[in-house]
């Protein structure tokens, strides 16, 4: 079995403690147990979601979507995974001394318009991995409100339709899509930016939850 190293997407998920705010959590230990059994049986667990569709239906239309309306330029999706002793993990963006990563939200009431909308520190956490495998010190996840695909809004009301026992007619379709899709609405409010700076406590403690969890899994027997 190869060594345990962390995805930086997952992060968060293991740094989460237990009752006594030290030690390694339910989630974590249930996050390691999911590990182990990728190695043994040699399968990931399949993830699939509206959300997740979606995200990566528009992923490259979001990134020039953000090159344009925030004027960074010509913007070159990453596609190298970048792997270090404790962390992998495949930054949307690489430039100098920043990474940055572009989520789409699902609709406007997903989107986190708000600065306390972004409840949970996945991305904080996912932030230092990043910054830890580039060196980088600056970690931007930028939200993005795009158009829909027509493909998945056909789905979402075709889905309506049979949960309610309705046909689908031409009337819903427009209603779905016109809620669906966000042309109409200024550049200012389809785009929201949370900047991270990179933290050497922080990704200290990361690489020491991550030899936390190599103990575990030796405990474990493996």
Known sequence: MKRFKIRCSAIGQIMKN???KKSMGEVTRKKVQGWIKEQLYGRTEEIDSKFLRKGIAVELAA???VSDVLEYGFLLKNEENLSNDFLTGTPDIILNNLIIDIKSSWDCFTFPLFEDELKNQDYFWQGQGYMAL???????????LMDTPEDIIFKEASSF???NDIELNDEILKEFTEKATYKNIPHELRTKTFEFKRDEEK???????VEECREYIHKLGF
């Open 18 to 20: 237990g009752t006594d």
């Open 63 to 65: 990134i020039d979507y």
């Open 134 to 144: 580039t060196g980088a010190e600056t970690f931007r996840v930028i939200y993005v």
């Open 161 to 163: 339709c049979w949960k």
């Open 203 to 209: 990704i200290n403690s990361i690489y020491k939850r």
